[in-house]
C-alpha cells in the first residue's frame, strides 16, 4: 500500500508570508494512463474538505490563483503564496494512483503567528 | 450546481449498525463514483471505499470488508453507506465524497455516527 507522508505537521505563518506543505509517497504516482492522481485538500475547522488542487497542478474551480501545486513522482508540494486569515485549516494531499484505493496524508495545520 | 446533502447525526450502541444516506443533486448521479470517507473526532481522513452508481459495483478498504455495506438508489440519486458491528472506535463523521479525476471535488456536510453504551 501506498503511504502519504506529509511535512510540516504544523505551520504557523505570518499573514501575507508565503506557506509551503511538503507531500511523500512510498512509491511513484504515475499511474499506467500516464497521469498521475495526486491532490491537495483544504479543510477549515469544522467544515468537511474541499478540493485546492488536483493532479498536481490543477486548481479547482473557484480556488483563488494563490494556491498552487507541484511536483512529480514521490515528491509534491502544496504553496500558498501570501497566506490569508481564511487559509487556516488542516491540509491533506491524497492519491487515487493506486486504483481503487485512495490514501491521506497525515495533514498539515496551518495556523496563523 | 453539485450539491452532497447527508443524514442526521446518529447516536448507536456497539453491536448496533447504522445507514447513512447522500443524497446528490446538480449533476447526472449515475455519472460518477461515490466514495466514503470517515474521520474521527481529531484525527485525520481515513477512506472507507466506493461504489459505482452506474452498476452498483463497490469496493471497500481492506479494513472494513465484512463491515462495510455501501448501495444506490438511482431513482432517488442517493447513495448509502451501512456499517455494522459498531465498536466506540467507530465514532467519527462520516463524509461522502464525488470522484472526479481521482479527487473528491465535493463533499457531503458530513454525518457524526456516535457509538456509545
Known amino acids: 500500500d501506498i503511504v502519504m507522508t506529509q511535512t510540516p505537521l504544523s505551520s504557523p505563518v505570518t499573514l501575507g508570508q508565503p506557506a509551503s506543505i511538503s507531500c511523500r509517497s512510498s512509491?511513484?504516482?504515475?499511474?499506467?494512463?500516464?497521469?498521475?492522481?495526486l491532490s491537495w485538500l483544504q479543510q477549515r475547522p469544522g467544515q468537511p474538505p474541499r478540493l485546492l488542487i488536483y493532479?498536481?497542478?490543477n486548481r479547482f474551480s473557484g480556488v483563488p490563483d494563490r494556491f498552487s501545486g507541484s511536483g512529480a513522482g514521490t515528491d509534491f508540494t502544496l504553496k500558498i503564496s501570501r497566506v490569508e486569515a481564511e487559509d487556516v485549516g488542516v491540509y491533506y494531499c491524497?492519491?487515487?494512483?493506486?486504483?481503487?484505493?485512495?490514501?491521506f496524508g497525515q495533514g498539515t495545520k496551518v495556523e496563523i503567528k | 450546481q453539485v450539491q452532497l446533502v447527508q443524514s442526521g447525526a446518529e447516536v448507536k450502541k456497539p453491536g448496533a449498525s447504522v445507514k447513512v444516506s447522500c443524497k446528490a443533486s446538480?449533476?447526472?448521479?449515475?455519472?460518477?463514483?461515490m466514495h466514503w470517507v470517515r474521520q474521527a473526532p481529531g484525527q485525520g481522513l481515513e477512506w472507507m471505499g466506493w461504489?459505482?452508481?452506474?452498476?452498483?459495483?463497490?469496493y471497500c478498504a481492506q479494513q472494513f470488508q465484512g463491515r462495510v455495506t455501501m448501495t444506490r438508489d438511482t431513482s432517488i440519486s442517493t447513495a448509502y453507506m451501512e456499517l455494522s458491528r459498531l465498536r466506540s472506535d467507530d465514532t467519527a463523521v462520516y463524509y461522502c465524497?464525488?470522484?472526479?479525476?481521482?479527487?473528491?471535488?465535493?463533499w457531503g456536510q458530513g454525518t457524526l455516527v456516535t457509538v456509545s453504551s
Open positions: 465524497a464525488r470522484d472526479w479525476y481521482g479527487s473528491g471535488s465535493h
Open positions: 446538480g449533476y447526472t448521479f449515475t455519472g460518477y463514483y
Open positions: 461504489i459505482n452508481p452506474n452498476s452498483g459495483g463497490t
Open positions: 512509491q511513484s504516482l504515475v499511474n499506467s494512463d500516464g497521469s498521475t492522481y
Open positions: 493532479k498536481i497542478s
Open positions: 491524497m492519491q487515487a494512483t493506486q486504483f481503487p484505493t485512495w490514501t
